[in-house]
């Protein structure tokens, strides 16, 4: 089955500056790949997802890009600020039935 | 707005007792799913189900098993709950036709003491 990989575990970033988390897939067939954030005692919800067929999306402060040579596809969060601290998952899938998870990413923005 | 709903936020089982835990979905999504998310080992799934009356195994079955009797409603069930089944337990729903990921619910907080 699928392994998904992230990293890193742990994340401090100062207000304003930018961070990026990391994952990587080892099954060639996957073509979707959804972020999610899960704030304290919540559900996690998706924040932005990208095809196979493509290889950059952005939305407001958010980008995710996608190398489906290497099997690696990154978060990009720009000009952080305190409500983005959070648990990031990353997650892959063939179509929209099973997903595979990363193991998260704790991202804390300090003001 | 599209809601997956879980009847508890927050439970507390003796050790042996048999569990349930309830999940109901109001978008008609076909696909549904059990998780559970333990600190450092991220999201594991349990069960899932492709339509009414179907189950498959997720990763890890062990010590649980399902019911998806209607379309709407997919249910957890713990046989005889141990200590080592404390965790958060997250159900989600998806469609192919709704083409996005899954859409989760607020979890469900279980202690088994």
């Known amino acids: 089955g699928e392994n998904v990989e992230q990293h890193p575990s742990t994340l401090s970033v100062q207000e304003g500056d930018s961070a990026v988390i990391k994952c990587t897939y080892s099954d060639s067939a996957s073509n979707y790949f959804p972020w999610y954030k899960q704030e304290l005692g919540k559900g996690p919800q998706l924040i932005i997802d990208i095809r196979s067929n493509v290889g950059e999306k952005k939305d407001q402060r958010i980008a995710v890009t996608l190398n489906k040579t290497a099997k690696h596809f990154s978060l990009h969060i720009t000009e952080t600020q305190p409500e983005d601290s959070a648990v990031y998952f990353c997650a892959a899938s063939r179509g929209f039935n099973k997903f595979y998870f990363g193991s998260g990413t704790k991202l804390n923005v300090k003001p | 707005d599209v809601k997956v709903t879980q009847s508890s936020r927050y439970l507390v089982k003796r050790t042996g007792e048999k569990v349930f835990l309830e999940c109901v979905q109001d978008m008609d999504h076909e696909n549904m799913f059990w998780y559970r998310q333990d600190p450092g080992l991220g999201l594991r799934l349990i069960y899932f189900?492709?339509?009414?009356?179907?189950?498959e195994k997720g990763d890890i079955p062990e010590g649980y098993s399902v019911s998806r009797e209607k379309k709407e409603r997919f249910s957890l069930i713990l046989e005889s709950a141990s200590t080592n089944q404390t965790s958060m337990y997250l159900c989600?729903?998806?469609?192919?036709?709704?083409?996005?990921?899954?859409?989760f619910g607020s979890g469900t907080r279980l202690t088994v003491v």
């Open positions: 989600a729903s998806t469609s192919e036709v709704a083409n996005y990921g899954y859409t």
């Open positions: 189900s492709y339509d009414v009356k179907m189950k």
